[in-house]
């Protein structure tokens, strides 16, 4: 089992900057790819940045210039660095891994922290 435990998240102004930290715990295998996802109420999940396995990433448009995925490989930590930040970014912010685990890929979440930008 693979536990993900989200930090990070808080009240920022707008134009301000956070960054969410997603730390695996337990038996992590083989990471096929690292995600980042966000949701509003009412409103169908989002992902906005990803990283497979081997440093590509890719971002929505919605967030592409502003936010940066970065992973700590040797400490099992993916992070999210978030600028210029907009009211548009309030979400609950929710990290999630794909892991190879010997013969299916198996999705870890984490338990999702609030951002809220607001002045």
């Known amino acids: 089992q693979v536990q993900l435990v989200e930090s990070g998240g808080g009240l920022v102004q707008p134009g301000g900057s956070l960054t969410l930290s997603c730390a695996a715990s337990?038996?992590?295998?083989?990471?096929?790819?690292m995600l980042w996802h966000r949701q509003v109420p009412g409103k169908q999940r989002e992902l906005v940045a990803g990283?497979?396995?081997?440093?590509?990433?890719e971002y929505s448009e919605s967030v592409k210039g502003r936010f940066t995925i970065s992973r700590d490989t040797g400490k099992n930590t993916l992070y999210l660095q978030m600028n210029s930040l907009t009211p548009e970014d309030t979400a609950v912010y929710y990290c999630n891994f794909r892991i190879f685990e010997g013969t299916f890929i198996a999705p870890y979440w984490g338990q999702g922290t609030q951002v809220t930008v607001s002045s």
């Open positions: 990283m497979i396995n081997g440093g590509t990433t």
């Open positions: 337990g038996s992590v295998g083989s990471i096929i790819s």
